[in-house]
């Protein structure tokens, strides 16, 4: 049997086009949309960025685009596409603090399974948050790492979540919470290990929602 190479190689190049078509349409409507505030076509977006998350990032590097795009896109428009759920789900919700945002003499200790527990001494900003949380309704936590995070969904069972990580882990537990709560995510202004920053009036106008 003489195999058809040529047809096969074709194949293989229009496939690829066709997909990094499909690639540069989703990124430049999620561009759009996060740069006007306006959402379009967020379900298609998501679903190409999720699936071709690290050829997006590649694009973005050859073209010498911030690296952090592609996770700024998809958290807007997760966002965006999980609001009204967030918003309906009830008292019952978690905000979900990286433990980076502690002040560097923080005395809080941590238990191996819900993260540090903060004593409002005051030092930073989850002093603060800490108080918004008891007004609004949710409990909060300070997590060292993203296991955390399952293991307090698994034992607290809340019924939606917010976030605050730098962007990379901010859009990837979104992703994968998105499936089992509605999640809301405020991505650090500073990031890095220690003596990372959010806007601590942005976390507040989401619990407000
Ligand atoms: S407010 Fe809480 S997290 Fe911040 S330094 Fe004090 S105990 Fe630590």
Known sequence: MIVPYELIGRIA??????????????????????????????NFVLFVLDLLY???????????????????????????????????????KILVGPQCMRHPECKARCEPRVGYIC????????????????????TMFIVPGDSFVRKIIKLHKPKAALGIACFGE???SMHDLSPVLPVQGVPLLRDGCFSTAVNVEDVIDKMRL
Not at 65 to 85: F, G, H
Not at 129 to 134: A, G, T, W, Y
């Open 13 to 42: 190049v229009y496939g690829l086009i066709a997909i990094f078509s499909v690639l540069i349409v989703a990124m430049g409507l999620g561009f759009y949309s996060f740069k006007k505030r306006r959402i379009l076509f967020p």
């Open 54 to 92: 690290s050829p997006a990032k590649w694009v973005c590097r050859v073209f010498s685009i911030r690296s952090t795009l592609v996770d700024e896109i998809m958290i807007e428009v997760r966002n965006a596409v999980l609001l009204d759920k967030f918003r309906v789900a009830g008292k019952d």
């Open 119 to 138: 004593l409002g001494c005051g030092r930073c900003d989850f002093s603060r948050l800490k108080k918004e949380c008891e007004k609004f309704g949710y």
């Open 170 to 172: 901010l859009n990837e």
